[in-house]
């Protein structure tokens, strides 16, 4: 089983910057894949970036050049910066790990971009 806490989450205005974080409760080494969803009122949930345990990395197409997954094996953790934040980047932003043949989803953190 893995437990994973989401932090970093707040509001922001359009150009701004935030960097999440998302600490699990097991060596993230272990894990095939952890990665960033997101799910914005009345949307379904979607990928936003992932990376693998060979740190292989994957980002929905409209967040590439501006955001960046990298993770700490010694802190497990994985991040994500968040750059250039647009009004539609606004969403609750989800950190997905895959264990076992299982998916495994945090809390959740708000993001939102507003002037």
């Known amino acids: 089983q893995v437990q994973l806490v989401e932090s970093g989450g707040g509001s922001v205005q359009p150009g701004g910057s935030l960097r999440l974080s998302c600490a699990a409760s097991?060596?993230?080494?272990?894990?095939?894949?952890m990665g960033w969803y997101r799910q914005a009122p009345g949307k379904q949930r979607e990928l936003v970036a992932a990376?693998?345990?060979?740190?292989?990395?994957n980002y929905a197409d409209s967040v590439k050049g501006r955001f960046t997954i990298s993770r700490d094996d010694a802190k497990n953790t994985v991040y994500l910066q968040m750059n250039s934040l647009k009004p539609e980047d606004a969403a609750v932003y989800y950190c997905?790990?895959?264990?076992?043949?299982?998916?495994?989803w945090g809390q959740g953190t708000q993001v939102t971009v507003s002037s």
């Open positions: 990376i693998t345990r060979g740190d292989s990395t």
């Open positions: 997905n790990a895959q264990y076992g043949g299982i998916n495994y």
């Open positions: 097991r060596s993230i080494f272990s894990l095939n894949a």
